[in-house]
């Protein structure tokens, strides 16, 4: 027998959130940390979406230095994900784990080459066993003779402020303010080098007082990963490369294979990595990856910009309606959830975490920007960047095309792509730095919470009340009966 549900699925602009009274006297009060997967933190809820189009090392970087998490894609070799992982985890770390050293009997010219081509300012002098024996920064060699060596000039252990492997960064700071040296060596017992921090690189972290870092204070990441067997031998380099969250991305992810990814993750590391999985649109769904083993579950069946999937498939659930009942699942299973798609402005954001995911996922609007990879093309005057669907023809016949191993083997019919298609290639305005839209949008959330009179996600999620509007409403919502300028 057919099943027609009485429900009406819901979405962004079918609801308003009504406003109540609040005692913010200012937005800086509003506190937009919240759960990206159970045991990872970010301090604003915004995630960017795994496309080809919009998540590479740079928009990562960016958002982790915000706030939020990026998730590299993987419609690339692994070894090059992995490299754009190793990129997030380097860009602003704090503590080198391997620094370079040289040997006390290398001369100075050999030093200087070192530094000059590493463009680095200072080697710690080890003996063969990594004990360290002193530093050399470029002040050391200034006026030099090359063939000097450079046990004549370094700083001697004895004359060094060392530190080990357990201190805290604040620790750091407070040795580098008393005794006005650049560089602090870590050091475990036996005298042998285990990492550097750097003065540079404490005030570079400094400058991004809001960034989502790991305990070692590099910057989060997550990236994709597939659920083909070889997909397991991707997500071993990308844990490899640091990755925090591998995050298993497929449409459809209520799936025997998504289950069986999950499984086989969990087994290999235990509880090491966090997991993500998806998408689903289903409290059931939800409830079947939780139980697999997933951290964090991601919703979201067709609401995305540049998704045909609901034209081609017939399949979805508005994206707002999927929000709350697969909140109430997770809710339950203590797993948050990422609202995968259709954010067009702040306000949707504010809905969807309203609703009760703990954070979203964005395509579109941060695939404008400077850090999405692709360039700005120019049409009739205006700039535009590409943004295309992962199913898209021509996203699925590059794929094809890479996955080749003989270049030469037959041209790839493009109409047997167009049959299966489930999302489109687009034009979009181009709009700048990615910072600024990210900011705007974290501007925009707290404007919400303030109407709501919410201090934390939480508490949005627990104060919100949401009313249908019509079409009239949603008219009346729109600036109405001006010429905008
Ligand atoms: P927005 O609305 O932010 O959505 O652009 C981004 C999300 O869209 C999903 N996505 C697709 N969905 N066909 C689909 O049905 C596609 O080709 C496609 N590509 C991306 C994905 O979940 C992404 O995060």
């Known amino acids: 027998m057919v099943k027609v549900l009485e429900d009406t699925g819901l979405s962004f602009d079918d609801v308003l959130l009504i406003p109540r009274k609040s005692s913010i006297a200012s937005r800086r009060e509003i506190d937009t940390r919240s759960r990206f997967t159970q045991r990872i933190m970010?301090?604003?809820?915004i995630v960017s979406a795994a496309m080809d189009t919009v998540t590479e090392s740079a928009m990562a970087i960016t958002l982790a230095r915000e706030g939020g998490i990026g998730v590299i894609h993987r419609f690339i070799p692994p070894e090059r994900q992995a490299e754009e992982v190793a990129k997030v985890k380097r860009a602003d770390n704090v503590i080198i784990e391997k620094p370079i050293t040289i040997a006390p009997d290398r001369t100075i010219g050999e030093a200087r080459e070192l530094m000059r081509t590493l463009g680095i300012s200072g080697l710690l002098v080890v003996d063969p066993e990594n004990r360290l024996l002193g530093i050399l920064t470029r002040r050391d060699v200034l006026f030099e003779a090359?063939?000097?060596?450079?046990?004549?000039?370094?700083?001697?252990?004895?004359?060094?402020?060392?530190?080990?492997?357990?201190?805290?960064?604040e620790e750091a700071k407070n040795i580098f303010k008393q005794y006005k040296v650049e560089k602090i060596p870590i050091v475990d017992r036996e005298n042998r080098v285990r990492g550097l921090i750097t003065c540079v690189d404490l005030l570079k972290r400094e400058a991004y007082p809001n960034a989502s870092r790991d305990s070692k204070g590099r910057l989060l990441v997550a990236a994709a990963i597939g659920v083909k067997e070889k997909e397991i031998d991707r997500a071993k380099l990308l844990v490899e490369a640091g990755a925090d969250a591998i995050v298993i991305d497929v449409a459809h992810g209520h799936t025997s294979m998504c289950i069986e990814t999950i499984k086989k993750l969990r087994r290999i590391y235990g509880d090491n990595v966090e997991i993500v999985a998806g998408n689903v649109a289903t409290a059931e769904g939800v409830e079947d990856l939780a139980s697999a083993g997933a951290n964090a579950v991601k919703v979201g069946v067709g609401p995305g910009s540049v998704c045909t999937t609901r034209i081609v498939a017939g399949v979805g659930v508005p994206q707002l309606s999927a929000i709350l009942e697969c909140a109430n699942a997770a809710e339950k299973m203590d797993v948050p959830i990422i609202a995968d798609g259709g954010i067009r402005e702040s306000g949707d954001i504010v809905k969807a975490l309203a609703a009760g995911a703990s954070s979203v996922m964005i395509g579109r609007l941060l695939a404008g920007t400077d850090e999405s990879p692709g360039a700005v093309v120019v049409k009739n005057g205006r700039r535009y960047k590409i943004y295309r669907g992962m199913a898209s023809i021509y996203a699925m016949l590059g794929r094809e095309a890479r996955s080749r191993e003989d270049p030469t083997e037959a041209l790839i019919d493009a109409s047997e792509y167009s049959y299966y298609a489930e999302g489109v290639e687009a034009y979009i305005p181009y709009t700048g730095s990615a910072s600024e839209m990210i900011k705007k949008l974290v501007a925009g959330l707290r404007s919400g919470m303030s109407y709501l009179g919410a201090r934390t996600i939480p508490e949005l999620k627990h104060n919100s009340i949401f009313i249908r509007v019509t079409q009239a409403g949603i008219r009346e919502s729109m600036p109405h009966d001006v010429e905008v300028i």
Request: net charge neutral.
């Open 42 to 45: 970010i301090n604003i809820p």
């Open 146 to 169: 090359d063939s000097t060596p450079v046990s004549r000039c370094m700083t001697p252990r004895e004359r060094m402020i060392v530190a080990e492997s357990n201190i805290s960064l």
